[in-house]
């Protein structure tokens, strides 16, 4: 099956850039999208499609594929997008929802 | 909007069946999965179910214990798990499938069922 691999947590000072990337092999040939979960809440899509934003998302949020990692960019990080962060893809060899182990952002 | 069923307690050993109610849109026109997230740990995708069609797709792990249904006249999905074990305790989200350039992705999420299995 299908394999995404994500760092457990990521760091960032309010203000600054957050990065955090999703590997899979050849990952650039595929679509990822992004879901932000908050402590006790449903998770949230934030950017679908590798790049586009859902209507209401903050254009902070924005996303990169290509080659073996996907990559999501929270600019100017705020202490509201402390929260834990999935990528997804839809992988049809497999079982089709292919989720990465989650990323943990903590706004410093 | 997506509303789901309460949160349920089951012995071992029980099935549970859970329910999602869509309002405000063509319910025929998505398809919906269940998505559960046991406590700590991440997302992991269950089932599958066409809007339109009721073709379904189960995840590998759960085959032959998890069957999902739905009614479209009351816009409801259903996804019932059996033989429960105490590894099955978990939140359960019901997500709307949309389709993308190159497959599917979850643009509305339920609140979540959380499901206890627990003697």
């Known amino acids: 099956s299908y394999v995404l691999t994500q760092p457990p947590s990521v760091s960032a000072a309010p203000g600054k850039t957050a990065r955090i990337t999703c590997g899979g092999s050849d990952i650039g040939s595929k679509t990822v999208h992004w879901y932000q979960q908050k402590p006790g809440q449903a998770p949230v899509l934030v950017v679908y499609?590798?790049?586009d934003r859902p209507s209401g998302i903050p254009e902070r949020f924005s996303g990169s594929n290509s080659g073996n990692t996907a990559t999501l960019i929270i600019s100017r990080v705020e202490a509201g997008d402390e929260a834990d962060y999935y990528c997804?893809?839809?992988?049809?060899?497999?079982?089709?929802?292919?989720f990465g182990g989650g990323t943990q952002l903590t706004v410093l | 909007q997506v509303v789901q069923s309460g949160a349920e307690l089951k012995m071992p050993g029980a099935s549970v069946k859970v329910s999602c109610k869509a309002s405000?849109?063509?319910?025929?026109?998505?398809?919906f999965s269940w998505v559960r997230q046991a406590p700590g740990r991440g997302l992991e995708w269950m089932a599958f179910?066409?809007?339109?069609?009721?073709?379904?797709n189960y995840a590998r792990k759960l085959q032959g214990r998890v069957t999902m249904t739905n009614d479209i006249s009351t816009s409801t999905a259903y996804m019932e798990l059996r033989s429960l074990t105490v590894d099955d305790t978990a939140i359960y989200f019901c997500?709307?499938?949309?389709?993308?350039?190159?497959?599917?992705?979850?643009?509305?999420w339920g609140s979540g069922t959380l499901v206890t299995v627990s003697s």
């Open positions: 405000g849109y063509a319910f025929s026109s998505h398809g």
């Open positions: 499609d590798s790049s």
């Open positions: 997500a709307r499938g949309q389709s993308g350039k190159k497959g599917w992705y979850f643009d509305l």
């Open positions: 179910i066409n809007g339109y069609s009721g073709a379904t």
């Open positions: 997804q893809v839809w992988d049809s060899d497999n079982d089709p929802w292919v």
